[in-house]
């Protein structure tokens, strides 16, 4: 099992940074793939971005240039480091991590942005 603690979200305006982290811890594998997700009512949740253990990355078109995902390996956390901020960015957060069969998932935490 593994347990995902996220933080850093919250209120920010148009045009401005926020930076999400988020810990894990239990049983982890080398062999990980870590990531943030995001929700809004109504709406399947999808992907932001996601980074490898080898740190490869992966981005939703909509953030790219904007946000930037990194990680701590030898800490388990990884970081969602947001810029240039707009109210559609407006969602629940979610950090996720994968490895081997296990799909893992936080508890989310708010961004809101307002114009």
């Known amino acids: 099992q593994v347990q995902l603690v996220e933080s850093g979200g919250g209120l920010v305006q148009a045009g401005g940074s926020l930076t999400l982290s988020c810990a894990a811890s239990?049983?982890?594998?080398?062999?990980?793939?870590m990531g943030w997700y995001r929700q809004t009512p109504g709406k399947q949740r999808e992907l932001v971005a996601t980074?490898?253990?080898?740190?490869?990355?992966n981005y939703a078109d909509f953030v790219k240039g904007r946000f930037t995902v990194s990680r701590d390996s030898a800490k388990n956390t990884v970081y969602l480091q947001m810029n240039s901020l707009k109210p559609e960015d407006t969602a629940v957060y979610y950090c996720?991590?994968?490895?081997?069969?296990?799909?893992?998932w936080g508890q989310g935490t708010q961004v809101t942005v307002s114009s």
């Open positions: 996720n991590h994968q490895q081997g069969r296990g799909d893992y």
């Open positions: 980074i490898t253990n080898f740190g490869s990355r």
């Open positions: 239990g049983s982890i594998f080398v062999l990980n793939t």
